[in-house]
């Protein structure tokens, strides 16, 4: 047997005094070797990142640090190595791509040039331009030339994530590190990405080390996984005998939170009909004093309908217009053509002080809940602001936001607390309670459980599905991923390029998609073959 690229060892990570627990990671031990994918998955706080953190060398210094056990980088101890030599390693032998590429790369520096740093930090010699050209067509970027001057902000999220992977494979590392690198991308995007990394560790011989929460891209990529929970590996092993075979109620649990392929159970819609889009239609012009004028027909009449009792799902990669038809639902923009029609009453051309008294009417759930909440405010002002400003006195708007967090799985005493106190599940409960304040009829939640765990996904699913059955609304649901789509959605519009291409009942869209882009959607799915599997241990569970 050839050495392992990484092993690690007994690792312990401690935690700061005060924590929920003291050790963010105890006693992890696994190997990951050339050519091979290992999979670590988990929840939130399961000790994953921290892992990755600690193998870069990268634990916040006075927070976090490593209490025993060794990680070795081809035998190299990186637990007692000093702050140069794990410099020296970090690009040449070991290197990390992050989920989040536009914080990862500089806004103020062209593509090109970032990626050439890696080059001259490590004392490269030969034609640096050259190297970097070869890599981004290694990585399939588009025009490799146009990028290396192109900006992140004038890049597509899959293309800052190519050329994350770029930056990551230009020395050639033994090791590579991916933190949840497809979470935030489409499922076509992603199902390209975990292809390209796949294909590169063929190639160059790299072993990967794949964070992720999703046993679908478990299925897709992994050789072997390593399932944790607070810290802990409570499961390994072959991936097929893990997904297949799991041991642990824990893994059977996140395999059960995975959303499958099959549709909800047709309803029929027989609520009053409260929004309808006719020849909705947005245009964007770009262009200044020195460069030409040009427009993005972002949204191409648009027609939909929805009454209350009913889930419309829009679905579609990132640019279809899926989230701008929704900012033009809730007036957040301008529509450029057609009509809006709220109880039958166009509020596309509304004036702004008729507007205001609609707007109460329908309310959004956006997909960053830690953005959407004010963090120098706690959760119980920000919910109580609302109806406050629409006339309700604080004793009222308290009231109805104790009775509020409590429907959505939060104890009332949590109103004194920051959004940073609560975990990410937490604070999209809370971003649903504010949206409820208001009393709306229509609700849109714009990806509002895609930067979740799937366990927690499912929860907020399933108390998206008790609010509109409770409260009888009428909700827009905005995703990328079918999968979410056909376990809370009654009908779907799927989008391409601003326009809809496919629209109809949920389990007849899936029963037999028509679009050719509908079923490019379908086989772009993670774990796709997986999925029977998923719904057997669903049933056990």
């Not at 990570?13 to 670590?40: K, M, Q, Y």
């Not at 809370?488 to 029963?511: N, S, W, Y």
Request: proline share 5%; hydrophobic share 45%.
């Amino acid at each position: 047997m050839t050495e392992p690229v990484l092993s690690i060892e007994r690792l312990s990570v401690a935690l700061p005094r005060g924590a929920d627990r003291a050790l963010a990671v105890e006693n992890l031990s696994l190997e990951v070797r050339a050519g091979e994918v290992v999979c670590i998955v988990g929840e939130s706080g399961s000790g994953k990142s921290v892992t990755a953190a600690a193998v870069m060398g990268l634990l916040p210094k006075g927070q976090l640090r490593v209490t025993q056990g060794a990680i070795r980088l081809v035998g190299e101890d990186l637990a007692r190595a000093g702050r140069s030599r794990l410099r020296a390693l970090r690009g040449n032998r070991m290197a990390m791509i992050f989920q989040e590429p536009m914080t990862a790369l500089n806004p103020v520096h062209p593509i090109g040039r970032q990626i050439e740093e890696v080059l001259r930090c490590h004392a490269w010699k030969g034609n640096s331009r050259k190297r970097v050209l070869d890599l981004m067509a290694d990585v399939r970027l588009p025009d490799p030339l146009k990028i290396y001057h192109a900006y992140p902000h004038q890049l597509s999220g899959g293309q800052r994530q190519r050329v994350m992977i770029a930056m990551a494979l230009i020395l050639e590392p033994a090791l590579l590190i991916a933190d949840e690198p497809t979470t935030a991308l489409d499922v076509t995007t992603q199902a390209q990405i975990l292809a390209l990394l796949k294909d590169l560790r063929t190639k160059h011989g790299t072993g990967v080390l794949f964070i992720t929460h999703d046993f679908g891209v478990v299925a897709d990529i992994a050789e072997r996984v390593v399932v944790m929970k607070d810290g802990r590996a409570v499961e390994s092993g072959a991936t097929e005998d893990v997904l297949r075979r799991p041991r642990e109620d824990y893994t059977r649990m996140l395999i059960a939170a995975v959303p499958t392929l099959t549709p909800r159970a047709p309803r029929t819609a027989t609520g009053k009909k409260v929004l309808e889009t006719a020849g909705v239609t947005k245009v964007f012009a770009s262009g200044g004093l020195f460069q030409p004028q040009r427009e993005v027909r972002a949204v191409d009449s648009v027609d939909l309908e929805l009454r209350r009792g009913e889930t419309l799902g829009i679905v579609g990669e990132s640019g279809s217009g899926k989230s701008t038809v929704a900012r033009c639902v809730a007036r957040l923009i301008d529509p450029t053509a057609g009509a809006i029609l709220i109880d039958n009453e166009d509020i596309a051309k509304l004036s702004r002080e008729r507007l205001r008294l609609v707007r109460r009417r329908v309310q959004m759930i956006f997909q960053d809940p830690y953005r959407s909440l004010n963090p120098r405010r706690t959760v119980g002002d920000s919910i109580v602001e609302g109806p406050m400003n629409y006339g309700a006195t604080r004793a009222e708007a308290l009231q109805r936001a104790r009775e509020l967090v409590e429907t959505v799985g939060i104890s009332a005493a949590a109103l004194g607390r920051y959004p940073h106190q609560f975990s990410g599940g937490q604070r999209q409960r809370l971003c649903i309670a504010r949206a409820l304040a208001m009393e709306p009829e229509i609700l849109i939640a714009d990806e509002a459980v895609s930067a979740l765990d799937v366990s927690v996904q499912a929860q907020v699913m399933i108390l998206l599905e008790d609010i509109r059955d409770r409260f009888n609304l009428a909700m827009l649901f905005i995703t990328h991923d079918l999968r979410v789509a056909a376990r809370l959605c009654d009908r779907i519009a799927v989008m391409q390029k601003g326009r809809v291409v496919e629209h109809g009942p949920t389990a007849q869209i899936f029963a037999e998609p028509r679009h050719a882009y509908t079923r490019e959607l379908f086989a772009a799915i993670p774990g796709r073959h997986h999925w029977g599997a998923a719904a057997d241990l669903r049933t056990r569970a």
